[in-house]
């Protein structure tokens, strides 16, 4: 891979966003190789937890703007064109979006600015720890346009509406401390070093849970996000039937009683009608 760098140990998947010099940012390459990583992950699990991590003075410097009077052009001259920008608006979406629907947790660790489409990205993650000198900014508002990967989506999921509202319309930068305390990064660390640490351990935490319970939660917390209680509560009720295993509860429990690691199936490969 050319923008990132994957490695996988001790059942946690670690993708790092590798050109500092560029600041991270994300053009046609970042998409396209972002996408096929995510797709392999979801469809082979090879982990039980997928840790995002940057590179340089910033996490990402958001979209490469050089993308629009390059490699990609928006036709705004006819409503054929414009139209045209929808599909491909779903198709970055819908790489984000394999954040979220992974069948692992995401948990994003973000050193310096985090910064227009990059908002868009580690909202879309499960977790998020930072260095004390990190910031948010939902940039698009300062270049002349409405973010659209889904930070206005998202946002308002993990923060206070009106908080997003100022964000958004003023594309002012919100600081590490102030994220912490609104509760859209779980902890923030002094050095870059550290908050790794602390984010590996957190994604090693994780790995030795069940998978499957693992899988189970992630799609009940995202349910319940979006429908009412009544709708999660009987949501909740059909997935449990469909996770529930005496054995795993039992080796679970033992392994408890016995402080030591337990022992789950992992998740298997998935198989769909076109690899047949």
Not at 43 to 48: D, G, I, L, S, T
Not at 79 to 88: E, I, K, S, V, Y
């Amino acid at each position: 891979m050319h923008c990132f760098s994957l490695n996988i140990e001790h059942d946690v998947a670690h993708l790092v966003l590798n050109q500092p010099d560029a600041f991270n940012t994300m053009g046609p390459t970042f998409w396209r190789e972002l996408d096929e990583v995510l797709t392999k992950l979801h469809k082979e699990a090879p982990a039980r937890a997928l840790l995002i991590s940057s590179t340089g003075k910033h996490f990402s410097a958001g979209m490469a703007l050089e993308t629009f009077s390059g490699a990609i052009q928006v036709d705004d001259q006819s409503p054929q064109g414009r139209a045209a920008l929808f599909d491909m608006l779903t198709d970055m979406q819908a790489t984000f979006t394999k954040l979220e629907t992974l069948r692992m947790p995401v948990i994003a660790a973000i050193q310096g600015g985090c910064i227009g489409g990059a908002v868009d990205m580690v909202s879309a993650c499960c977790l998020r720890y930072a260095t004390a000198d990190a910031f948010f900014c939902i940039q698009e508002i300062n270049i002349g346009m409405v973010a659209d990967v889904g930070t206005l989506q998202r946002l308002p999921k993990l923060i206070p509406l009106a908080l997003v509202k100022e964000l958004a319309y003023t594309g002012r930068r919100m600081a590490a401390a102030k994220a912490l305390a609104c509760g859209l990064v779980n902890e923030v660390f002094e050095t870059p070093e550290a908050m790794l640490a602390g984010a590996l351990q957190c994604a090693r935490e994780i790995a030795a849970k069940p998978p499957v319970a693992i899988w189970g939660t992630k799609q009940a917390l995202h349910y319940a996000r979006d429908h009412s209680v009544d709708d999660a509560l009987k949501q909740m009720g059909w997935l449990q039937g469909v996770v529930w295993s005496n054995q795993q509860v039992l080796e679970a429990v033992m392994a408890l009683k016995s402080k030591r690691a337990g022992k789950f199936a992992a998740l298997p490969v998935l198989q769909g009608f076109r690899d047949l």
